[in-house]
């Protein structure tokens, strides 16, 4: 599976953001896909993550509210919606597969989409 984050941008405090992760390969419907993002000098954090089948999601608490993850399987793309952007959001966000038969094991990485909120 390839993976490619984009979407990303300046934008200000209260605005949104759209982030797209596209994938290669037909049984991408069958995998969960999380959200992931790093700030400068902290560890990656998770964002949230959809299933495959169903398509249930869970936030971090940090976004919850704020941030949706859904899918369009016919375009083999997860899509991160940002709503109520807060500088603190600044990261660059990274979505990842996660391995069907280990749950939290993500085998597969997007290359990172840098989003920059500006006070």
């Known amino acids: 599976v390839q993976l490619q984050a984009s979407g990303g941008g300046l934008v200000q405090a209260g605005g949104s953001l759209r982030l797209s992760c596209a994938a290669s390969?037909?049984?991408?419907?069958?995998?969960?896909v999380g959200w992931f993002r790093q700030a400068p000098g902290n560890e990656r954090e998770f964002v949230g993550r959809?299933?495959?089948?169903?398509?249930?999601?869970v936030y971090a608490d940090s976004v919850k509210g704020r941030f949706t993850i859904f899918r369009d399987n016919t375009k083999n793309t997860v899509y991160l919606q940002m709503n109520s952007l807060k500088p603190e959001d600044t990261a660059v966000y990274y979505c990842?597969?996660?391995?069907?038969?280990?749950?939290?094991?993500?085998?597969?990485w997007g290359q990172g989409t840098q989003v920059t909120v500006s006070s």
């Open positions: 990842a597969v996660e391995n069907l038969y280990k749950l939290d094991q993500y085998d597969y």
């Open positions: 390969g037909s049984t991408f419907s069958r995998y969960s």
């Open positions: 959809i299933r495959g089948p169903g398509g249930s999601t």
